[in-house]
Nanobody, 120 residues
Framework: QVQLVESGGGLVQPGGSLRLSCAAS????????MAWYRQTPGNQREQVAT???????NIADSVKGRFIISRNNAERTAYLQMNSLKPEDTAVYYC??????????????WGQGTQVIVSS
């Protein structure tokens, strides 16, 4: 099986920074796009940032210039560096990855989510 485990969420003051991590494990042959989404109560899950296997990225306008996505392919880990945080960044952040398993089945996987609260 495949698992994604996020870490790094928490409470931070406006203007502060947090770094989220997403570690993939299990019967993995290859990891293609890795991405971060966020969701607030009553709203749809919003794509925040994506990074393809080759390194190309896509960042949502709402966080452009403040958030940076990166990944370490050898460690099967993605990161989201969040700077200049605003109260409106408060959400549960989810990791998503498009993964091919060792049986060559390719699917999207989600982590369990990590809460980020931006408040003074």
């Amino acid at each position: 099986q495949v698992q994604l485990v996020e870490s790094g969420g928490g409470l931070v003051q406006p203007g502060g920074s947090l770094r989220l991590s997403c570690a993939a494990s299990g019967t993995i042959f290859a990891i293609y796009t890795m991405a971060w989404y966020r969701q607030t109560p009553g709203n749809q899950r919003e794509q925040v940032a994506t990074m393809a296997l080759g390194g190309s990225t896509n960042i949502a306008d709402s966080v452009k210039g403040r958030f940076i996505i990166s990944r370490n392919n050898a460690e099967r880990t993605a990161y989201l560096q969040m700077n200049s945080l605003k109260p409106e960044d408060t959400a549960v952040y989810y990791c998503n990855a498009n993964i091919m398993r060792l049986d060559f089945v390719r699917s999207d996987y989600w982590g369990q989510g990590t809460q980020v609260i931006v408040s003074s």
